[in-house]
């Protein structure tokens, strides 16, 4: 009987294989990512959109982020904030907002300006380290995420965000170990697909 991998041993091992990417395949898998995602149902829906800065060799949405412009969408990004209790914020971003790293040296929007919470964006696009298609997602592992979004566990009928998970196809394994906390994807958009999870139609 072989043993199930620990989030910690499959973080190691998938972080490693999306680090082997070259500049060359991350700059086509972003650029695939943009075409696969603009064509979806929930983006073309969605006013308010939340993206991240591509940390670590994750999948680029920078080309995305151009279109969530020039189509005239709002386009957020992630802010940390540590004081009362960890938790993430979205500030809105235009091409010209200036960016200052955090303690995780990611470049964010940390300036005055609309910042909202989760629930009030229309869609989140957010980055893994893996994925299963029963729309599991491991993280790099701070719970950041996980904790945003833990009002959705109560959800059942009005679902806001609709959260989908942006990867390199080669982030996908046959089954992710999960915990309580967390957060399941309603989609993950690849270089290579658009996998819509159980109840979705985001195609
Ligand atoms: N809703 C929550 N409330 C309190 N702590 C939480 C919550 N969700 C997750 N955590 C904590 O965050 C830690 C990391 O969780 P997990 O390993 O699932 O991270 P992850 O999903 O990989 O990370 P991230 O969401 O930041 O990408 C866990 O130890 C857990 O205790
Ligand atoms: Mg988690």
Redo the contacts with the bound molecule.
Sequence with gaps: MTATPT?AELRRQLRARRGALTRRQQARAAAELAHRLTATRAFRASRRIACYLPNDGEIDPRPLIERIWTLGKDCYLPVLSHTPHEHLWFARVMPDTPLTLNTYGIPEPRIAGEWLRARQLDLILLP??GFDLAGN???????????CL?YLRLRRVWKKPRVVGLAHDCQRVAQLPV?D??IALDAVVTDRAVYSMAGEANK
Excluded: I, Q, S, T
């Design positions: 989030k893994l380290v997602r491991l993280g790099m592992g701070a719970g950041f995420y996980d904790r833990e915990n906390w967390d």
